[in-house]
C-alpha cells in the first residue's frame, strides 16, 4: 500500500484532527502558520541544526551491542544511543525546536506535560537556555516515583505543579496543561512532548524527533552498506518511535512498536493502547485509546511513567491499521529483565522506557539469522529509574 504524508497533515488516514475548545482553535492556526513558516526558513533550520549539534550533542552514535548480541544468538543488535542527548533522552530534540518557535513567535512562556520526567528536563532546560518563564505538570504519582527528575526541573528554574486528579500520570497532566494554555495563550505556548494531541502538534514533534532515524539511517548505510532488516522502538504517545520509523516508512524494513503491557491484559492493567484499545478522542485527537464500554477512558500502568499513557499518536494508530508497522507488547517483568540484561552485557543503563524495545529485541534476534541486523531507538538512559529498580528487584 502507498503510503501517503501530506506536508502538514492534520489527518492519518482516519486519525488526527483538532477536537478542541473553540476558544483553542486561533492558537493551534497561529500555531500552524507559525510553523509553516518556520520549516521553510533556511535561519531556522540552521539555527536548529546548530543547537543540535553544539547543545543536544547530536549526532548520537550508533552502537554494536556484541555482548547482547551474542547473549540473544541470532541477529546482530545495534543501539542508537538517544541516551547519549543532553538531559540523556530524545526529548531535548523537540523540546529545543519548539522552543526556537516559541521565541519565533514572540512568546514569552511555556508550559507542558511531563510522566517520566524527560520531557519535564528537557522543556526546563531550554527554557534556562533561552530565558523563557517554565511551568510544568505533572502526575502527583509520577512525582514520587520520579523525584530526582522533579528536582533537576526545580534546578533548572521551572516550577512543577503537581496534578492529583485521576490516576495523577501523564493523561492527567496533559489535561491540566491543556487548561493553563486555554487562559494564557497570548504570551504561552504549549511545549507538548510527544506525537499526541491537536493538529499541528503530531507533525511538529514528528519533524523535530525524525533527526533520529535520518543519522541511523545514514549511518547504518555508511557502516553497513545496507539497511538494517529490523528497527525497534518502544511507544508511549510515540514521539521517538516516530522519529526513528520515519526514515525507514518507504524502506523494506520490518519496523516493530513495542508498547508497555505492564502487569497483564485486563483494562487497567497495561498501556498498550494499540494493542487493547479502541478507536477515541483523548486531549485534541482521534486514536486509539484505553476505554471501557461506556467510552470511558481507563487508568493505565507501567512499571515506566513515560509509557503510562492511555493513548498513542494518531499516525501509529494508521500505521497499525494499514499494517506498515507492527505493534507488540511487553511486560513489566520482561522491560525489568532487558533493563538489567543490558546493564549487565554492555555497561549501557536504559531507560526503563527503552527497556521494553531492548526485550522484544532479543526476542526477535532469536528468531533471526545472525546475517541479519536489528537497530534499538535507546530513547533514554536510566539512571531516573534507579530508584523504581530497587524497588522492584527487592519485591
Not at 547473549?71 to 526556537?100: M, P, S
Not at 514528528?206 to 518502544?234: D, H, Y
Not at 487497567?268 to 470511558?296: E, F, R
Not at 509509557?307 to 520482561?334: C, N, Q, T
Amino acid at each position: 500500500m502507498e503510503l501517503k504524508f501530506p506536508e502538514a497533515a492534520a489527518w492519518y488516514g482516519m486519525y488526527g484532527g483538532q477536537f478542541v475548545p473553540e476558544t483553542l482553535l486561533p492558537a493551534l492556526e497561529e500555531l500552524e502558520q507559525a510553523w509553516l513558516a518556520a520549516k521553510s526558513d533556511p535561519d531556522f533550520l540552521q539555527r536548529f541544526d546548530s543547537e543540535a549539534r553544539t547543545f543536544i550533542g547530536r549526532p548520537t552514535p550508533l552502537y554494536y551491542a556484541s555482548r547482547l548480541t551474542e547473549y540473544a544468538g541470532g541477529a546482530r543488535i545495534f543501539l542508537k544511543r538517544e541516551d547519549l542527548c543532553h538531559t540523556g533522552a530524545h526529548k531535548l530534540n523537540n523540546a529545543v525546536g519548539q522552543a526556537l518557535l516559541t521565541m519565533r513567535m514572540g512568546k514569552t512562556r511555556v508550559i507542558a506535560e511531563t510522566g517520566a520526567g524527560q520531557h519535564g528536563v528537557a522543556t526546563a532546560t531550554v527554557c534556562a537556555r533561552y530565558d523563557l518563564s517554565c511551568r510544568i505538570y505533572m502526575g502527583s504519582v509520577d512525582m514520587e516515583r520520579q523525584a530526582v527528575n522533579v528536582y533537576r526541573m526545580r534546578l533548572l528554574g521551572a516550577e512543577v505543579v503537581p496534578v492529583n486528579a485521576g490516576s495523577a500520570t501523564l493523561k492527567e497532566a496533559i489535561s491540566e496543561a491543556l487548561r493553563d494554555w486555554v487562559t494564557n495563550v497570548r504570551n504561552t505556548h504549549y511545549l507538548l512532548g510527544s506525537a499526541v494531541g491537536p493538529h499541528p502538534f503530531p507533525s511538529i514533534v514528528k519533524f523535530f524527533q525524525s533527526v533520529i532515524g535520518k543519522e541511523t539511517r545514514q549511518q547504518f548505510l555508511e557502516e553497513e552498506g545496507k539497511l538494517p532488516e529490523v528497527v525497534i522502538a518502544c511507544v508511549g504517545g510515540g514521539s521517538n518511535a516516530i522519529g526513528m520509523f520515519s526514515a525507514f516508512l518507504h524502506d523494506d524494513v520490518r519496523l516493530i512498536g513495542v508498547e508497555a503491557g505492564g502487569l497483564g491484559s485486563s483494562l487497567g492493567q497495561n498501556a498498550a493502547s494499540l494493542a487493547y484499545g479502541k478507536p477515541g478522542v483523548l486531549h485534541g485527537a482521534k486514536t486509539y485509546v484505553l476505554q471501557d464500554q461506556d467510552g470511558q477512558v481507563v487508568n493505565t500502568h507501567s512499571i515506566s511513567a513515560g509509557l503510562d499513557y492511555s493513548a498513542v499518536g494518531p499516525e501509529h494508530a494508521y500505521l497499525k491499521d494499514i499494517g506498515r508497522v507492527e505493534y507488540i507488547v511487553v511486560d513489566d517483568k520482561k522491560a525489568l529483565e532487558a533493563f538489567m540484561k543490558l546493564t549487565r552485557l554492555e555497561g549501557i543503563m536504559p531507560a526503563l522506557e527503552s527497556a521494553h524495545a531492548v526485550a522484544a529485541a532479543i526476542d526477535i534476534a532469536r528468531q533471526l539469522p545472525i546475517t541479519a541486523s536489528i537497530v534499538i531507538s535507546l530513547s533514554g538512559r536510566g539512571d531516573k529509574d534507579i530508584d523504581i529498580v530497587k524497588s522492584a528487584l527487592n519485591e
